[in-house]
């Protein structure tokens, strides 16, 4: 019996290990990369976050949610530089033709 336990506390704290070793190693990979494209279309999930593409390539964040009620529109642009904390949504201003800061999104993960 008491090996029985021994091996359930054991098998879980793996898992347990191994998830929070993936999501270090995702959070750290993402925020090396840096991100400048213009958002050509938004797909909603049912949870209410934001699915971003870039001429019809998914792009995937892993550290940052954007969700529907933020206003992030079609023609938007998002940046991120290499190493940064923070991803900006930038929108074009109609009046000056130049793309201005809309929604800064702090990081939600381990960086």
């Known amino acids: ?3 029985k336990i021994l091996f359930v506390v054991i098998f879980f704290t793996i898992i347990f290990l191994g998830v929070i070793t ?3 190693f995702k959070s750290k990979q993402e925020m090396s990369k840096s991100y400048n494209f213009i958002i050509t279309k938004i797909d909603i999930t049912p949870t209410k976050s934001l699915v971003l593409y870039d001429n019809n390539k998914k792009i995937r964040l892993w ?5 529907d009620y933020q ?8 940046c991120k530089h290499e190493n940064s904390n923070f ?3 930038l929108r ?4 000056t033709g130049k ?6 999104i702090s990081p939600s993960g381990i960086f």
Request: aromatic content about 16%; overall charge neutral; glycine content about 4%.
């Open 87 to 89: 991803l900006f949504i």
């Open 99 to 104: 793309y201005e800061e809309h929604l800064k």
């Open 22 to 24: 993936n999501f270090y």
């Open 92 to 95: 074009r201003n109609n009046l």
């Open 71 to 78: 206003d992030v529109k079609v023609g938007d642009v998002v």
């Open 1 to 3: 019996m008491k090996s």
């Open 63 to 67: 550290n940052y949610d954007i969700r």
